[in-house]
């Protein structure tokens, strides 16, 4: 966490910008004394207003960028640094933009997206900033087809194991090889799987396995390495779903905004 | 078998690794549904109502355009077409004034075209008549003609009139042109003006030059008066001592004769026969005290007088029963005294009768009282039976008008302060005095647009309007004096 990441990117770079916005945004704000009831209608709310719909075009852009491989117009890591804490300043320009007026209208309907959509950034943040070291602790610097690979090495270990013993024990091994690991699409959301069949084989193993044969308690050995591999695995598929669902909600939320923003301006236009 | 597990185990982590669907589908679904519902809709609604609305509807939106062949829609109020389905309701940015809020679901009543801001002919279309700040008449303002309605009218603000929010474009926007008002216009009377407590000249009090001409005169020289033929000391009337009437002495205040209108913001006018005649009865026949002359006309007077002395002369009625109170004439301090004890029995006929009544009435006992009586060549008004005694003529008394025509003063606001903090009655010893109060009095009490402790802040608009109507009809000061001359006193 105290190496450079994308907050603290170039010493907090993007920080000290949107600290030096809000400031100035602020301070106009306060001392600014229209002859209407502060909002979007005063000269004040239309500049305020201009500066968030930039920005929040500026924010787009990341899901543009991001596409980009080849672009060279920063690096990424800058553009999501950028794209935080422009972000963050972005609350407050709407909300000073919109005078603290708040009604059931378009208006206040762009003004409620663009608060989802950046309170949802924050938990992207949350997430960002813990998950893929912890994610890539769980895979161990290996792909999920290694992953799988490992499982089918240790099955087959399993077998060969089994080969000259009561069938109960290849049975066995095979009900466990056969096992999903998940089965159910919502344990993707937990990381558990209740119905998982290496955990029931080495529940029957205990019980039936004959613990003075050396092979038996090897397979049993390689279905407890097989349940934590498993487990490995549910816990990285749990925090990659956490991470696309976060998705689900931040670009489809974004996407909305946009186009609340442009009905917004439509409107105020179109009814001047 | 082995195969067919392996097989389970890679469909199974190649779908772990696909990435969840139905970003992309939600992303999409979320921009139809928010393009449509916030934004086509309401556009094809307002663009097309066609599309939306029944037959009889479009027939309503069309007579909207052509009031004129509409004579039932001709009132603003009724052109309001809602948009289908309200629509376009979505985009309304705020509460509208509430007395706009009657045509609120029509949002075209007011923003008329697209993309276009509010245009004045749509505030005229109800505010008819509602007149520049200055009448192209008087001068031509260019950049004032320009300023739109919704420059200073912002409506979506709340229920609040839109008056009461523009009170904020109020001071300094007014100092602009007036406080260097000599150079802009060097042609106008009207003062320099900065702020209510550091620049605002003294008063111009509007007072009746004759019957037909208002004038208005600035306070700070001389003690304005107003020339009028009437009689009337405040000072004699306010006196602390109280004042004789007919149940001995009674102490007079201001309201005895001032009564507040019902709004009460100013006052009804002083009637003879409510507030004066109580003490300044009107009779003539000091053997009958109860019987007055009508106050107003000469002739129907001299008509009283001839037909109440012929027919007491033709139906030799005993009339002399002594007066209950005392001597009908009271004379008034500095007349001559003695007046006759009746004209029923003197000299000559009815006619020599009513014109010793009438000679008393008007050049000793009553009339000249108050007014300025003077006898003129008779005879009289052609056809009334007083037309062959002589005739008098009673000076026309200044009309009733407004003191400060451009400012508005609501008296009930300031109900709380005894009318003598503004208006010194009880020195006034003469009916021409102008008992108005001067910019100190006022400033006693308000400030300019800073505050100060103690006072109230007051911009420009707390005593002054913006649009003059008056001024793009006829003359104003003639009509005043019209209406006045309607007035029976």
């Known amino acids: 966490m105290l190496q450079d990441n994308f907050m603290s990117y170039q010493r907090f770079r993007y920080a000290k910008w949107a600290i030096a916005l809000l400031f100035v945004c602020i301070t106009l704000y306060i001392l600014d004394n229209p002859p209407i009831k502060p909002g979007g209608g005063t000269w004040l709310g239309y500049g305020l207003g201009t500066l968030g719909a930039l920005l929040i075009l500026f924010l787009l852009l990341l899901g543009v960028r991001k596409r980009a491989y080849a672009s060279r117009v920063g690096n990424l890591r800058g553009w999501l640094s950028s794209h935080v804490y422009l972000g963050l300043a972005l609350a407050v320009v709407a909300t000073l933009h919109c005078g603290f007026e708040f009604g059931w209208n378009i208006h206040t309907f762009a003004y409620a997206l663009t608060m989802a959509v950046i309170i949802s950034g924050i938990w992207g943040v949350v997430l960002y900033l813990h998950n893929p070291a912890r994610m890539g602790d769980l895979l161990d610097g290996r792909t999920l087809e290694q992953q799988a690979q490992e499982l089918r090495d240790l099955d087959d270990r399993c077998r060969m194991l089994a080969q000259g013993r009561p069938p109960t024990l290849l049975a066995l091994v095979e009900e466990s090889a056969a096992g999903a690991i998940f089965s159910r699409r919502r344990q993707r959301l937990t990381g558990h799987n209740g119905a998982c069949a290496t955990t029931r084989v080495l529940k029957e193993l205990r019980e039936v396995g004959d613990q003075s044969d050396p092979n038996s308690n090897e397979i049993y050995t390689l279905q407890f390495r097989r349940l934590q591999q498993l487990k490995r695995i549910r816990n990285f598929v749990r925090l990659r779903t956490l991470t696309e669902i976060w998705l689900l909600f931040h670009v489809p939320m974004s996407i909305a905004l946009l186009v609340a923003l442009v009905a917004h301006i439509v409107s105020v236009f179109f009814y001047w | ?489």
Not at chain 2, 3 to 31: M, Y
Not at chain 2, 191 to 202: C, E, I, L, N, R
Request: glycine residues 8%; contains cysteine.
């Open chain 2, 1 to 489: 078998m082995q195969a067919r597990n392996n097989d389970k185990l890679q469909t199974e982590i190649e779908a772990l690794q696909r990435p969840l669907i139905g970003r992309r589908a939600l992303s999409w679904t979320l921009f139809v549904l928010v393009l449509l519902g916030c934004l086509v809709l309401p556009v094809m609604a307002s663009v097309w109502p066609q599309i939306f609305q029944p037959v009889e509807q479009q027939k309503t939106v069309q007579l909207r355009h052509t009031p004129a062949s509409a004579p039932v829609l001709n009132e603003a109020y009724k052109r309001a077409t809602p948009t289908a389905l309200g629509l376009d309701a979505q985009w309304n940015p705020g509460t509208l004034s509430s007395s706009h809020q009657p045509f609120g679901l029509d949002c075209k009543a007011c923003h008329a075209k697209p993309f276009q801001p509010v245009q004045d002919t749509e505030c005229l279309a109800c505010h008819r008549g509602i007149g520049n700040h200055v009448a192209t008449k008087v001068a031509a303002m260019p950049q004032l003609q320009e300023t739109r309605c919704a420059s200073c009218h912002r409506d979506h603000q709340g229920t609040d009139g839109l008056m009461s929010q523009n009170h904020r474009y109020i001071g300094t926007g007014c100092a602009s042109c007036h406080g260097d008002l000599s150079t802009k216009l060097p042609e106008t009377k009207v003062a320099d003006v900065k702020d209510f407590a550091k620049g605002h000249p003294q008063f111009r009090v509007q007072v009746a030059a004759s019957t037909t001409t208002l004038v208005r005169v600035r306070q700070g020289g001389a003690a304005i008066s107003e020339p009028t033929a009437l009689k009337f000391p405040h000072d004699l009337h306010l006196a602390t001592g109280g004042i004789a009437g007919p149940d001995g002495k009674s102490k007079l205040e201001c309201a005895s004769c001032h009564r507040p209108t019902q709004s009460g913001v100013g006052f009804e006018r002083v009637s003879m026969k409510r507030d004066c005649q109580s003490c300044h009865a009107l009779a003539f026949e000091p053997a009958l005290s109860q019987r007055q002359v009508p106050h107003g006309s000469t002739d129907e007077v001299l008509t009283t007088l001839r037909e109440f002395y012929g027919y007491v002369n033709s139906s030799k009625v005993a009339i002399d029963t002594p007066p209950v109170n005392g001597p009908v004439f009271t004379v008034r301090p500095g007349m001559p005294a003695g007046a006759p004890a009746s004209f029923v029995q003197g000299p000559g006929d009815a006619k020599a009768r009513a014109a010793a009544a009438a000679t008393e009435l008007f050049e000793k006992t009553s009339c000249i009282v108050c007014h300025s009586v003077s006898r003129v060549p008779g005879p009289g008004k052609a056809g009334t039976p007083g037309a062959d005694l002589p005739q008098w003529k009673i000076a026309p008394v200044a009309p009733a008008h407004p003191w400060m025509p451009k400012a508005s003063f609501d008296h009930a606001a300031h109900r709380a302060a005894p009318c003598a903090d503004c208006h010194l009655a009880s020195a006034s010893k003469k009916a021409g005095d102008v008992l108005m109060p001067t910019i100190k009095e006022c400033r006693d009490c308000h400030s300019g647009s800073e505050p100060v402790v103690g006072k109230v802040k007051s911009d420009c608009a707390m005593c002054h309007g913006y649009h003059m109507p008056e001024l793009h009809a006829a003359a104003p000061a003639v009509k005043a004096m019209n209406a006045m001359q309607a007035v029976k006193p």
